[in-house]
């Protein structure tokens, strides 16, 4: 993750993010309650569980909201990275909210600590991750940079921190997974130390503990115990956050002069349910503060939700369109001295003789240039936010993006040599979709 996103997001995304946030935990709250006084005899286990479920809807998840934007191969969109950057936000809020909620959830256990010392604790710990811990995770960034390769040392003590993090936060009278995640954010994206981490779980987590967690968390799901009156309670909740978060949204996006299909559209996808949402349902089941019909009428509900937001964005935005061409640009219709502009995207190096061979073959003079926008490709790794960076001319792609790319210098070098009657703009973009 970005973390400098999360810290220091842009304004727009820090107003969209803490709206969004606010307005739909306060807003759903207020129709639960309601709910609860007007229907008749509704099941006592659902009364206790409404403000929990109700209050889960104000949550924006990065890594949901990545992973559905991946699917959808909008993460390189102006809407996709402004929806990352408010989720990233959003997850702020939500860690030092749940933290709260923590330690004052526990102030009727006997031999638990007070709850203002449980959230000095929390806020010491996650103040210790990041002013001790990213430091240590930069050196060890830096290291690798000037070795070109990272040890196995540094890997085995980036797990072993996990471990150790998740335990001081047991300590601390919080879920493990708050310390783990905090450290999870401070560990520098991308390449070397950031692409090494995730070559090494990813396999694992994706291919087998991510798809047995959804199968574990489905035979738990027994949708048989599922009251129809409790299934309009909770739909009702649902639906009405649902149009609270996308409303909001749009507000504040239009107040950025945002187009209202762009700003519908940015409020569907920061609706996007998934892991976070199951993750804490499960966590509520363990500790018996959901039944077995209210775990199932909010894991149903995540699935539904899911399904509709996905084929209505495909349906109501395609990114394409705004770079649809409105005149023919070719060599043929080409005016006297005028400038013929190519985007060449590459790969690898093999595609550098065919960028060159059209160079050639374009007969460029100085009356007549060609202007070519070479755009380097490189697979995204080890972080969720695309990066586009623009190469001028001195510099070496490592002070640009921080890694080692000798493949990226030797293709400048190669094309360089055709500057005379050619303008060339050299771009780097680490993208998913390489």
Request: hydrophobic content about 50%; aromatic content about 8%; charged content about 15%.
């Amino acid at each position: 993750m970005d973390a400098g996103s999360m810290i220091c997001p842009q304004r727009k995304c820090m107003v969209i993010g803490s709206s969004l946030f606010f307005c739909t935990l306060l807003l759903p709250q207020g129709l639960t309650f309601l709910l609860i006084r007007l229907v008749p005899k509704m099941d006592t286990t659902l009364q206790n569980a409404l403000p929990f479920i109700s209050a889960t809807q104000a949550i924006s998840s990065s890594a949901v909201v990545g992973s559905l934007l991946t699917e959808l191969k909008l993460l390189n969109t102006d809407i996709g990275r402004t929806a990352v950057s408010t989720a990233l936000f959003c997850d702020v809020i939500g860690i030092i909210m749940s933290a709260f909620a923590i330690a004052m959830s526990d102030r009727k256990n006997k031999g638990t600590i007070i709850p203002w010392l449980a959230v000095i604790q929390a806020a010491a710990l996650v103040l210790g991750i990041i002013y001790i811990c990213r430091p240590f995770m930069m050196w060890m960034r830096n290291r690798a940079e000037e070795k070109n390769v990272v040890r196995e040392s540094h890997i085995f003590i980036i797990f072993v921190l996990v471990l150790v993090f998740g335990f001081l936060s047991e300590i601390s009278s919080q879920h493990y997974l708050l310390g783990s995640l905090v450290f999870g954010f401070v560990v520098p994206s991308g390449p070397p130390l950031g692409s090494a981490v995730v070559a090494r779980v990813d396999t694992l987590a994706t291919g087998l503990f991510y798809p047995t967690y959804l199968a574990v968390t489905g035979l738990k799901t027994n949708i048989f115990t599922i009251d129809f009156r409790s299934y309009m309670v909770l739909g009702a909740i649902f639906f009405f956050a649902s149009c609270v978060k996308v409303g909001t949204v749009m507000l504040a996006a239009c107040y950025y002069e945002q187009t209202l299909r762009e700003a519908f559209v940015l409020g569907l996808i920061l609706n996007a349910k998934g892991i976070t949402e199951l993750v804490m349902y499960n966590i509520w089941k363990q500790t018996k503060l959901l039944s077995d019909q209210e775990f199932a009428l909010a894991v149903v509900m995540v699935v539904a939700v899911t399904a509709c937001l996905t084929p209505l964005i495909k349906l109501l935005y395609d990114p394409s369109q705004q770079f649809s061409a409105t005149k023919r640009s070719t060599i043929q219709h080409l005016k006297r001295e005028t400038e013929f502009r190519i985007m060449a995207c590459i790969h690898t190096q093999e595609n550098v003789p065919t960028v060159i061979n059209i160079l050639e073959v374009s007969n460029s003079t100085e009356e007549n240039p060609v202007a070519v926008i070479a755009l380097i490709l490189v697979e995204l790794v080890g972080r969720s936010t695309p990066v586009l960076v623009a190469h001028h001319p001195g510099d070496t792609i490592e002070s640009s993006i921080g890694s080692s790319t000798s493949k990226s210098n030797q293709i400048i070098k190669a094309l360089g040599q055709y500057t005379e009657c050619n303008t060339i703009h050299f771009h780097l973009t680490l993208s998913d979709n390489a």
